[in-house]
């Protein structure tokens, strides 16, 4: 099992930027690739950003390609979300996730919730217009 922890979340206005952190334990943290994923009200989860389990490679949804990033340091046992030049359109509760294992390549790595074993309980960002 790996409990995993959001935090992070608040309100801002567009144009702000917010990093949310995602600290886990339990077990080895490092071993799997994680994601971050949204929900607005009313709208389908969607998957916001992936990092491989080595921080060799990310992948990111369109919708927030160049203005957020993901990253992890596996001496932390977290992974984070940088969010710069935030919309109306981003205000959801942002999850965290893991899954996978330490043998997947960098080029296995997708944008799917497909084998994300464990999830946070999530934190929501509101952005103002």
């Known amino acids: 099992q790996v409990q995993l922890v959001e935090s992070g979340g608040g309100s801002v206005g567009a144009g702000g930027s917010l990093r949310l952190s995602c600290v886990g334990s339990?077990?080895?943290?490092?071993?799997?690739?994680i994601g971050w994923f949204r929900q607005a009200p009313g709208k389908e989860r969607e998957t916001v950003a992936a990092?491989?389990?080595?921080?060799?490679?990310?992948i990111y949804a369109d919708s927030v390609k160049g203005r957020f990033t993901i990253s992890r340091d596996n001496g932390k046992n977290t992974a984070y979300l940088q969010m710069n030049n935030l919309k109306p359109e981003d205000t959801a509760v942002y999850y965290c996730?893991?899954?996978?294992?330490?043998?997947?390549?960098?080029?296995?790595?997708?944008?799917?919730?497909?084998?994300?074993?464990?999830w946070g309980k999530g934190t929501l960002v509101t952005v103002a217009s």
């Open positions: 996730a893991a899954g996978g294992q330490r043998s997947e390549s960098l080029n296995s790595l997708r944008l799917t919730s497909e084998g994300m074993d464990y």
């Open positions: 339990g077990r080895t943290f490092s071993n799997y690739r």
């Open positions: 990092i491989h389990w080595t921080g060799l490679r990310t």
